[in-house]
């Protein structure tokens, strides 16, 4: 997913609930009837696109039932589509994923990567935050070791040159 210029997480019915209960026992608690769902791997898919500030384009089956990263929403575009293969060779959708191709590779990760090579011009709190897990994780261990040189010197200093008997 780190390697991707861009994401398309395709949405389709894993699951026909009949007849379920949500949000049992509360004051919210509804009854769900013939709801489709797709599987959890697409909101994850979709989730890790958007963390990655990767673009993000949801194609959902319609009547799929719509929430969390799987809904249409001001950061990205749902197209919502009874899935019908001769969508893909219409010219609305030819159109929309043109325009979707066009933002991918304006906002692709090497062009992100060029925005934050200026380093120079970036905070601590800037560069913390641009650092991947891995990363920040190798950072921390230099900063710890470097605090117990450090300590272990003024310790030394203090035994030998410190004046106490």
Same mark, same amino acid.
Request: hydrophobic share 45%; proline share 5%.
């Given at each position: 997913?780190?390697?991707?210029?861009?994401?398309?997480?395709?949405?389709?019915?894993?699951?026909?609930?009949?007849?379920?209960?949500?949000?049992?026992?509360?004051?919210?608690?509804?009854?769900?009837?013939?709801?489709?769902?797709?599987?959890?791997?697409?909101?994850?898919?979709?989730?890790?696109?958007?963390?990655?500030?990767?673009?993000?384009?949801?194609?959902?089956?319609?009547?799929?039932?719509?929430?969390?990263?799987?809904?249409?929403?001001?950061?990205?575009?749902? &197209?919502?589509?009874?899935?019908?293969? %001769?969508?893909?060779? #219409?010219?609305?959708?030819? !159109? +929309? @994923?043109?325009?979707?191709?066009?933002?991918?590779?304006?906002?692709?990760?090497?062009?992100?990567?060029?925005?934050?090579?200026?380093?120079?011009?970036?905070?601590?709190?800037?560069?913390?935050?641009?650092?991947?897990?891995?990363?920040? &994780?190798?950072?921390?261990?230099?900063? %710890?070791?470097?605090? #117990?040189?450090?300590?272990? !010197? +003024? @310790?030394?200093?203090?035994?030998?040159?410190?004046?106490?008997?």
């Amino acid at each position: 997913m780190e390697e991707a210029d861009a994401v398309v997480v395709l949405a389709f019915t894993r699951w026909l609930v009949k007849k379920a209960v949500e949000k049992p026992d509360s004051n919210q608690q509804k009854e769900t009837v013939n709801t489709k769902y797709p599987t959890i791997w697409n909101q994850l898919e979709a989730a890790m696109a958007f963390g990655l500030k990767r673009p993000l384009l949801v194609i959902l089956e319609e009547g799929l039932h719509q929430e969390a990263m799987l809904k249409d929403r001001f950061e990205f575009r749902t &197209w919502v589509t009874p899935l019908d293969p %001769a969508l893909f060779r #219409s010219d609305e959708f030819k !159109a +929309a @994923f043109a325009d979707f191709l066009r933002i991918a590779s304006e906002r692709g990760p090497d062009k992100a990567d060029a925005q934050n090579a200026h380093v120079g011009s970036m905070t601590i709190g800037e560069l913390v935050r641009g650092l991947r897990p891995d990363q920040l &994780w190798k950072a921390g261990t230099a900063v %710890a070791g470097l605090l #117990s040189a450090v300590a272990a !010197a +003024a @310790f030394w200093v203090g035994k030998y040159f410190g004046g106490v008997p």
